[in-house]
């Protein structure tokens, strides 16, 4: 349910700051003037959802964790603790994990020949910080999580017990850790961009549009 708000958030907030206010320019329609400080706000909060739906992935995976090999640490399971504090911590990280983009970086700015705010793909160093928020961190947690799962099983010596009560829990930590694969696929234009076009500073917009859908299409998965 978590996630699921966070991408129901995230598909509104992109529709209409920017699928429709991309239609209306590429088909010349009237566009309401904005405050560039506002689509700067706007693409900060944009992302900073996606970097939360990342971190989803860690709180679902965390829980399968703690049900597995801490199964009487009932506060660990119980709902109200993801509700009032591990959920509302997630959203804290996230916003605080791309607010340098904004304030630091400057890198969240209007995008030449666009209509809305994205993430500039010219400077190197607030890229690789980017990536690495948004998915190498939460990415490498689940992967220690799960390494450090399979080396208890397997040192306690109690792999039969563990795989009949909780299959389902350590398959879904499995399925997380490849759904994440498949999620770091839409990183691919950003590659192809550095590779061929950032070292000409030559960046078409079309690149900008082609990640913002790739990465779209792979939450739907």
């Not at 839409?186 to 082609?210: A, W």
């Amino acid at each position: 349910m978590n996630t699921l708000c966070l991408h129901l958030i995230k598909s509104i907030l992109q529709l209409i700051n920017t699928n429709i206010k991309t239609i209306k320019h590429d088909f010349q329609f009237h566009v309401v003037p904005f405050d560039l400080f506002s689509c700067q706000f706007v693409g900060y909060i944009f992302f900073s959802i996606v970097n939360a739906l990342y971190w989803s992935c860690f709180l679902h995976a965390a829980y399968r964790f703690t049900r597995v090999l801490y199964p009487k640490c009932l506060w660990l399971h119980r709902l109200s603790t993801y509700i009032y504090i591990l959920i509302p911590g997630q959203v804290f990280i996230a916003f605080a994990g791309m607010a340098p983009l904004l304030w630091i970086f400057k890198s969240i700015d209007l995008i030449s020949g666009e209509i809305y705010c994205s993430l500039l793909m010219e400077e190197l160093i607030s890229l690789v910080y980017f990536f690495s928020m948004l998915f190498c961190l939460p990415f490498g947690l689940i992967v220690m999580c799960y390494i450090y799962l399979i080396y208890k099983i397997r040192c306690l010596k109690w792999i039969r017990s563990v795989t009949q009560r909780n299959r389902r829990d350590y398959i879904v930590i499995r399925r997380i850790l490849t759904i994440l694969c498949v999620l770091s696929i839409t990183s691919l234009p950003t590659v192809i961009n550095l590779m061929f076009f950032n070292p000409n500073s030559k960046i078409d917009p079309f690149i900008y549009r082609l990640q913002l859908g790739s990465r779209k299409s792979a939450m739907f998965r």
